[in-house]
């Protein structure tokens, strides 16, 4: 089991960069692909980005493509999101989650993929 704990959420004005960390705590964090999920107010939960536990393949939402990074540093047990260009439609709760795979290839864009989830941390884009 591996617990996910969110970073580096806050208010930043639009055109601003962010960068949150997910830190997990557990065994074998290399083993898990991690994905990061936002939930806009008053909106359903959404994708934003993925990668495997090799880092290997990542995976971008439209929404993201072009102004975010995901990245993984697996001696510190920490996936980050690089976000650039932010825009008032990025304000959300943005979630990290994690899934135990076999193999180091694989990333997964679906909630319902991902066993474990942080508590979410909180980015407000002023425009």
């Known amino acids: 089991q591996v617990q996910l704990v969110e970073s580096g959420g806050g208010l930043v004005q639009a055109g601003g960069s962010l960068r949150l960390s997910c830190a997990a705590s557990?065994?074998?964090?290399?083993?898990?692909?991690m994905g990061w999920f936002r939930q806009p107010p008053g909106k359903e939960r959404e994708y934003v980005a993925a990668?495997?536990?090799?880092?290997?393949?990542?995976s971008f939402a439209d929404s993201a493509k072009g102004r975010f990074t995901i990245s993984r540093d697996n001696a510190k047990n920490t996936v980050y999101l690089q976000m650039n260009s932010l825009n008032p439609e990025d304000s959300a709760i943005y979630y990290c989650a994690a899934r135990l795979v076999d193999s180091g290839s694989h990333y997964f864009t679906r909630q319902y993929e991902y066993a474990y989830w942080g508590q979410g941390t909180q980015v407000t884009v002023s425009s």
């Open positions: 557990g065994r074998a964090f290399s083993h898990y692909a």
């Open positions: 990668i495997s536990r090799s880092s290997g393949s990542k």
